[in-house]
């Protein structure tokens, strides 16, 4: 089993409301737009990461961060990458890399919009967390967690927070 913490657009925040959330999962995912180098090695302190970069992220971030991550956990095919879209909606990347993998979960962030949907005519779930930072126009900072358990998810849970900072990052 996995527990997994899954972020993205965190713009440089990585703040104590976000860790006392991802305290008690295995490991954390991020959908792209960390914001600083600074944010991807506070979180790979906290948690493992697997991460991609954003169209935020600068250079030095893209050194350490690829734009696609493809791999697969306790029997489910994971796709994620930062700009992908929905069902209906995908980007033309996005697209080309669903067809060729087939993934039973398809991550991304970018719009900023939470968002869990089934893609019936693909077969997968659609997950993009929202926006975790403070940056941009969500209203409100949003960020999940969920269990992987031999080919299946469950127990996810939405954490929500004002679009203020509990306490400066790092």
């Known amino acids: 089993m996995a527990y997994i913490g899954l972020i993205s657009d965190t713009h440089c925040v990585f703040d104590d409301c976000l860790k006392k959330f991802l305290e008690p999962v295995d490991q954390i ?3 792209g737009d960390f914001g600083n180098i600074a944010t991807v090695d506070a979180i790979a302190k906290f948690k493992p990461l697997t991460g991609v970069y954003g169209n935020c992220d600068d250079q030095q971030i893209r050194l350490c961060q ?5 791999f697969e956990i306790e029997g489910m095919k994971i796709l994620m990458m930062h700009i992908g879209g929905y069902p ?3 980007d033309y990347k996005a697209m080309q890399l669903i067809y060729a993998h087939r993934p039973d979960i398809f991550i991304c962030g970018h719009s900023h919009i939470l968002k869990v949907m089934n893609d019936k005519s693909l077969g997968m ?3 993009n967390p929202g926006a975790a930072g403070i940056e941009g126009f969500h209203q409100v900072r949003t960020a999940l967690r969920f269990r992987i358990e031999n080919g299946t998810i469950k127990d996810m849970e939405v954490g929500e927070w004002e679009k203020k900072l509990s306490r400066p990052s790092f």
């Open 66 to 70: 690829p734009p696609v991550q493809w």
């Open 29 to 31: 995912w991020h959908a």
């Open 88 to 90: 209906g909606r995908y």
């Open 125 to 127: 779930l659609v997950i």
